[in-house]
């Protein structure tokens, strides 16, 4: 790696340390990083999908009794819940993306 701290007029410049493997490793954290975020997604979308469900289908006896609005409001937030959680997803796979070799 590039060192121009041993000469004071080199280290005016402040250019940053290149170090390839260190770039690696970066990339690799990133990577998992990405991976543990799209699992964390699908589980909390599998979560708040069987949940609803739940909701719905077994408030007392959903056959004779009218779901509550308390009920209906929650199984509404967790319906909602796909339009937040999707795009930290997205986001999370652009940033990866953008991470190139040359970066």
Same mark, same amino acid.
Request: glycine share 2%.
């Given at each position: 790696?590039?060192?121009?701290?041993?000469?004071? #007029?080199?280290? &005016?410049?402040?250019?940053?340390?290149?170090?390839? #493997?260190?770039?690696?490793?970066?990339?690799?954290? &990133?990577?998992? &990083?990405?991976?543990?975020? @799209?699992?964390?997604?699908?589980?909390?979308?599998?979560?708040?999908?069987?949940?609803?469900?739940?909701?719905?289908?077994?408030?007392?006896?959903?056959?004779?009794?009218?779901?509550?609005?308390?009920? @209906?409001?929650?199984?509404?937030?967790?319906?909602?819940? &796909?339009?937040?959680? #999707?795009?930290?997803?997205?986001?999370?796979?652009?940033?990866?993306?953008?991470?190139?070799?040359?970066?």
């Amino acid at each position: 790696p590039f060192n121009d701290t041993k000469c004071s #007029r080199l280290n &005016a410049l402040n250019v940053p340390l290149h170090n390839r #493997r260190h770039q690696l490793r970066m990339r690799d954290l &990133a990577g998992q &990083a990405l991976s543990f975020v @799209q699992d964390f997604v699908k589980s909390l979308l599998n979560f708040h999908t069987y949940t609803e469900q739940r909701v719905q289908i077994f408030p007392i006896d959903s056959s004779i009794d009218v779901i509550t609005p308390l009920n @209906q409001k929650f199984s509404q937030y967790l319906h909602e819940n &796909a339009s937040y959680v #999707r795009p930290l997803e997205e986001g999370m796979l652009n940033l990866f993306e953008s991470i190139t070799e040359d970066t």
